[in-house]
């Protein structure tokens, strides 16, 4: 197990050191969240105004804002532009073959490139969430329960995230190019994770479809928990479901990537 272990952690490490290489992405992701929240901020501002509201759906415009930025910096946080492009180039040009003959886990080494490649993100918006828990105190993370439910949300989010890039990801091996299957995933999850437009302002029927979908997971409930909208008898059981969807992810990644290795022919290599 340890030796595992450490197979997997020099990944995470070499993706970590790469990543801090490439600082200024960390910078134009600061500054991509902050310009988006201002563009947010203006939007909802003249919306306030002009209808003449003082909350919009519970809302009150402070804390729209806030919950809208924290869903941002959660959006950033499980971008798999990086990691998801290696994986379709390796299954297009056969440098998946490396992974076939070798005791490494291809699922698992991508997570760990995943984590890796995303691990500086990690750091500096942790600072930014810090800074702000100081600077608008009572307006996030009320407790510590609510601190440590919504690290535990994160890391579901993260994963779930990550496995549904794996299986999008998969389909490479029956078609030719999947990369636009990503880029329009990427773009709808904007939407319907509630990145921008809290899920709470959708009708009623497609919230009853999201809610019988990993999506709530991803975005809106770890921000529904660290700004307290969330009553806090609903935590465990969001906890729960988001858990099992991992579970039911995870099978399906390698029911998935089992089919497509044994279609696999290695055209490329």
Not at 86 to 114: C, D, Q, V
Request: net charge positive; hydrophobic share 55%; aromatic share 20%.
């Amino acid at each position: 197990m340890s030796s595992i272990a450490i197979k997997y952690f020099s990944v995470l490490r070499t993706n970590w050191i790469q990543a801090l290489e490439y600082r200024a992405n960390a910078l134009v992701g600061v500054l991509a969240i902050f310009s988006g929240l201002f563009i947010e901020y203006q939007i909802w501002d003249l919306i306030f105004k002009a209808k003449g509201y003082t909350t919009v759906k519970n809302f009150e415009f402070n804390e729209l804002i806030m919950f809208i930025f924290l869903s941002i910096i959660i959006g950033q946080l499980k971008s798999s532009w990086h990691s998801s492009g290696e994986m379709i180039r390796a299954i297009r040009t056969g440098e998946i073959n490396k992974y076939l003959i070798r005791p490494i886990s291809y699922f698992w080494y991508h997570f760990m490139m995943f984590i890796g490649f995303n691990s500086l993100y990690y750091i500096v918006y942790s600072i930014i969430l810090f800074g702000f828990t100081i600077i608008f105190k009572g307006m996030i993370f009320h407790t510590l329960a609510s601190i440590l439910c919504f690290i535990l949300a994160l890391v579901l989010s993260i994963y779930l995230s990550y496995c549904i890039y794996f299986i999008m990801v998969c389909f490479a091996f029956w078609f030719g190019e999947v990369r636009s299957l990503v880029v329009s995933y990427n773009l709808a999850m904007l939407v319907l994770s509630g990145q921008y437009v809290p899920i709470r302002f959708f009708p009623d029927y497609i919230l009853n479809i999201i809610n019988w979908t990993p999506i709530r997971y991803l975005v809106d409930f770890p921000v529904s928990i660290a700004t307290g909208i969330l009553p806090i008898e609903e935590w465990l059981s969001g906890l729960l479901m988001a858990t099992l969807w991992c579970f039911v992810l995870s099978i399906c990644s390698a029911i998935i990537y089992k089919l497509g290795i044994k279609d696999y022919e290695a055209y490329g290599s």
